[in-house]
Nanobody
Framework: QVQLVESGGGLVQPGGSLRLSCAAT????????MGWYRQAPGKQRELVAT???????NYADSVKGRFTISRDNAKNTVYLQMNGLKPEDTAVYYC?????????WGQGTQVTVSS
């Protein structure tokens, strides 16, 4: 069974940066897309950024220009570089991998933006 292991979350001041990583515990075949979602308290889970196998990227309007998604196909790893963090970015961030057959989620990593 594939597991996605996230890391890099934490507490940061407004304007700061964090880099999230998500690594699969074993090779994943047939990947369509990899991405990040987030869920703030009392809110629904929302898309942050995704990248397809073809290389296209999609970002939520709220993070465009501040967040960058990247991937290392050889390592089955996806990253999220977050710059210019705002208090409204506070949430649990989840890694997601979609294949032709399955949809995998990580356990989530907490990001808190506060002074």
């Amino acid at each position: 069974q594939v597991q996605l292991v996230e890391s890099g979350g934490g507490l940061v001041q407004p304007g700061g940066s964090l880099r999230l990583s998500c690594a699969a515990t074993r090779k994943i075949f047939g990947i369509n897309a990899m991405g990040w979602y987030r869920q703030a308290p009392g809110k629904q889970r929302e898309l942050v950024a995704t990248t397809t196998q073809g290389g296209s990227m999609n970002y939520a309007d709220s993070v465009k220009g501040r967040f960058t998604i990247s991937r290392d196909n050889a390592k089955n790893t996806v990253y999220l570089q977050m710059n210019g963090l705002k208090p409204e970015d506070t949430a649990v961030y989840y890694c997601n991998v979609v294949t032709y057959w399955d949809n995998y989620w990580g356990q989530g990593t907490q990001v808190t933006v506060s002074s």
